[in-house]
């Protein structure tokens, strides 16, 4: 060890090689932290306002915008439009392939079009292929307006 | 090593690899004094890749509308990471390759290398100038600024000159009969699309030619060689020619990052149709030399005679019948160094004496 001596040409070549490596790296690294993008304004909602008090009757449902995907806001069946507790809200992202769910007045059920998934009004799976419930919000209201939001309930 | 082996004899087997590598091993490059112009060309197909690498990143984030774009680009120059500097890069490396272009086409004229049988690689190569500077004019407006929007405004303006379609090749460019943002929506299509589709078709027949005929050895060099004066001297393509290629590049695009570092390209204040231009309203630099000239001569001596002026420089090499029999041919020397003089003097003149 240590007395051998390298060839001239192959410490070239190491050289070489190791200066193109450290350039591809060098515009490598650019390349990828620029396609990552910066985190998006809204992205950390976790309050909105998603519909006004009245605008619900019982057994109805109503898909609202919470930061950037969408939630869903449903009036219990004979649920009390004035009362908070009359309501339950989720997120509307389907747990199985990401498709909007919808509430179903027929069923009393949120139901995924894509894959005919079915949900409870607790969220969780009554039948179909989504493999877990529903993320749930929770509901308050303040004044007119109903307020969902994404901490723990 | 024997990994490697089966992975060339499974494609040696389907694109015969061995056939393409004795190609490779066996082209070589002619190599004298006059040598280095060679390099040019391979220095604008990098600097195309470059434009390709970072136009595909800018279309992350850009948003061609009227009411985004301005926003778009101002977000990638501050918010997205390294975002200043794929569009910096992206805006140099442009203006580095047409200028390039440039030179690569002067030196191709001044040095005959057009001649018998190279004649469609000339044509090539002035419609991938004319597809640059298509490019350099329909990106300059994509940031929706002040300036872009002034000489979208004047450049499309000279289409109405056209004879007979005038009227219609000014509303197919503008997508009206006013630049708004359905121009800017239609030049970004011309821009990531149509363009870059042409492009690479001529490219890659430039490409091609050239592959076929191999470098242009100049008349004199010839001349030299047929005299025993100087040996017929080559270098092959792989490793020798291609490293130095390597190297020229590595630099190029080492200015590069460094002018984008040092000098992050401009924004500008946004577009706004209510403001008056501002004095001395230049188009970009390659334009220059045209622009400049309007102000001398009437606008349709001037148009006219710069239309009549580019069919004739493609059509040059048919007309050289002297270098395509070998000989020297001092007039077209003279009308080689009489253009490169002519556009660098209006040029200079445009941006030293903006006034006149």
Known sequence: MGKEKIPRREAINYLLGAGIGALGVATLIPIVKYIIPPAASGAGTSSVSAAKVGELGPNQGKIFKFGNSPGILILKPGGDPSSALGYVAFTAVCTHLNCTVQYREDLKEIWCACHNGHFDLNGKVMSGPPPTPLQEFRVAIKGDEIFVSSEET | MTGMNKLYNWWNERVDLDNLLAFLKHKTVPHHRHSLWYYVGGMCLYLFIVQVITGI????????????????????????????????????????????????????????????????????????????????FSGYLLPWNQLAYLATNVGT????????????????????????????????????????????AVLGLHLLFVQRLGMSVPLSIEKEIAEGKAPRKEIPFLPNFLYRDILGWTLALGLIVLLSSLFPWELGEKADILKPAPPHVRPEWFFVFMYQTLKYVPKAVGVFGFAIAGVAWILLPFFDWKSNRGQPNKLYTVIGVFAVLYMAALTLIGYLAPGE
């Not at chain 2, 086409?105 to 001044?110: A, C, N």
């Open chain 2, 57 to 136: 990143l800018l279309l992350l984030y850009y948003k061609p509308t009227a009411e985004a774009a301005y926003e778009s680009v101002q977000y990638i120059m501050t918010e997205v990471p390294f975002g200043w500097l794929v569009r910096s890069i992206h805006s140099y490396a442009a203006n580095l390759f047409i200028g390039l272009i440039f030179v690569h086409m002067f030196s191709v004229f001044l040095m005959k290398a057009y001649r018998r049988p190279r004649e469609l690689t000339w044509i090539t190569g002035v419609l991938l100038l004319l597809l640059a500077m298509g490019f350099g």
């Open chain 2, 157 to 200: 303006n000279f289409a109405i000159m056209t004879p007979f379609i005038g009227k219609w090749l000014l509303v197919f460019l503008r997508g009206g009969t006013e630049v708004t943002g359905a121009t800017l929506t239609r030049f970004f299509g011309f821009h990531v699309a149509v363009l870059p589709g042409l492009t690479t």
